[in-house]
């Protein structure tokens, strides 16, 4: 299947400091990438969906400023926690479509565990 | 109300024997697709399985099979000769929307037990 880079697995950071997260399609062009969220023993929770080149769809009660998305390229989206706080820690994780092709499912990054201390 | 039901929270099932893990849905839309996603406790989310809307003969891979009753609106995921290695968290997902606002949505997960 298609691979997905996320980058990085793990990263501890201090209250108030922003994190960047980064996620990459290595072998196909992903049009729409999505973002999730997942607390412990917890289902995905959706809380963006980028398509590349426009500003992201927010899920409703998911702070726009706060979680910042960009898609600036096929291969790249990043997503940027700012003022990062304790409240912030959780389990983060892109998928990645190529909808304009013959890729059906959504590929996924390995995920990224914020701790913010 | 909820688009993915996953009624079972956890399950165990022996070695070498079957497993079917529930999956009910609910949406207007007459095209979307269902997944299956298996996540170890390492995190990662590895696709299982598709069945689309309109496919009319129920998806397989491997030891994957998906029973799919579209009157029903249930997705079921069937596990043949379970294996160590599948214990694991599962998630029914569905993709429903139109080219551009595709959006996938998971159920709550089910945590499969294999047990030697």
């Known amino acids: ?117 | 109300a909820q688009k993915i039901t996953q009624t079972q929270p956890g399950m165990f099932v022996q070695e070498k024997e079957a497993v079917t893990l529930d999956c009910t849905y609910d949406t207007s839309d007459p095209s979307y697709g269902l997944f299956w996603y298996k996540q170890p406790s390492s995190g990662e989310m590895i696709f299982l399985i598709y069945q689309g809307s309109y496919d009319q003969q129920n998806a397989t891979e491997g030891r994957y099979s998906l029973n799919f009753q579209k009157a029903r609106k249930s997705a079921n995921l069937v596990i043949s000769a379970s294996q160590l290695g599948d214990s694991a968290m599962y998630f029914c997902a569905m993709r429903e929307g139109t080219s551009g606002t595709y959006k996938y949505i998971f159920g709550t997960g089910t945590r499969l037990k294999v047990l030697a």
């Open chain 1, 1 to 117: 299947g298609a691979v997905v880079s996320q980058h990085p697995s793990r990263v501890i950071c201090k209250s108030g400091t922003s994190v960047k997260i980064e996620c990459r399609s290595l072998d196909f062009q992903a049009t729409t990438m999505f973002w999730y969220r997942q607390f412990p023993k917890q289902s995905l929770m959706l809380m963006a969906t980028s398509n590349e080149g426009s500003k992201a769809t927010y899920e409703q009660g998911v702070e726009k400023d706060k979680f910042l998305i960009n898609h600036a390229s096929l291969t790249l989206s990043t997503l940027t926690v700012t003022s990062a706080h304790p409240e912030d820690s959780s389990f983060y994780i892109c998928s990645a479509t190529d909808l304009g092709g013959v890729v059906t499912e959504a590929f996924f990054g390995q995920g990224t565990r914020l701790t913010v201390v």
